[in-house]
């Protein structure tokens, strides 16, 4: 396994650790209803958690690796003392590699750090994992049709919406639509936003 480890200007994403600070901030994510809004899952208990954290960890260490599960880290730039690595995690990010070079990224923050812009430093950094590092062509992103951030956030990265799914996900007896958005590598590298990232292994 080559750990994964990427690195924005305030964001790192790593490889999740088997710790009970790991599974503290797991489940502060899956377990508040507010985070899990959009997701296609109710809240998780902390066994819940515990047992998708084993399923990261045994993940990561597959030779033929399709699931990236990561966790976002907060770190202060550039020279900064403090190693990201170390440091808590606020988030995750994830990649699901399917066939013909294709992968659908996601991610999730903590409720205390919305609002932030967070949310596009994350999904740059996965285009950076799909496309530069893993050499895909196409990434596709689902959205709640309400989830106007992520829209948002999939906008700016020049992602395009290729339409409509009607009754995506049931979640408490109801269900919701979403949309389908997808970037392509030449578009990904045509942008220049794959340059402002570093990719330190």
């Not at 049931?170 to 590598?185: E, N, R, V």
């Amino acid at each position: 396994m080559v750990p994964v480890r990427l690195t924005g200007p305030r964001l790192a994403i790593r490889e999740y650790r088997h710790t009970p600070e790991e599974l503290d901030a797991l489940h502060a994510l899956f377990g508040d209803p507010e985070v899990t809004r959009y997701l296609p899952f109710e809240p998780r208990d902390r066994e819940d958690c515990a047992d998708q954290l084993a399923l990261y960890l045994e993940g990561a260490m597959e030779e033929e690796r399709d699931t990236y599960r990561l966790a976002v880290t907060l770190h202060t730039g550039p020279g900064a003392d403090d190693d990201p690595a170390d440091a808590p995690p606020i988030g995750q990010a994830a990649l699901t590699v399917g066939p013909y070079r294709s992968a659908e990224l996601g991610y999730v923050l903590r409720r205390d750090v919305w609002g932030y812009g967070y949310g596009s430093e994350i999904a740059r950094l996965l285009c950076v994992l799909a496309f530069d590092r893993l050499g895909l062509h196409r990434l596709a992103a689902s959205v709640d049709v309400d989830n106007t951030a992520s829209v948002r956030v999939l906008g700016k990265l020049g992602f395009q919406r290729e339409g409509r799914i009607r009754h995506d996900v049931l979640k408490g007896g109801i269900w919701s639509d979403s949309y389908l958005y997808s970037l392509l590598a030449d578009e990904w590298r045509g942008s220049g936003t794959g340059e402002t990232v570093g990719t330190g292994g």
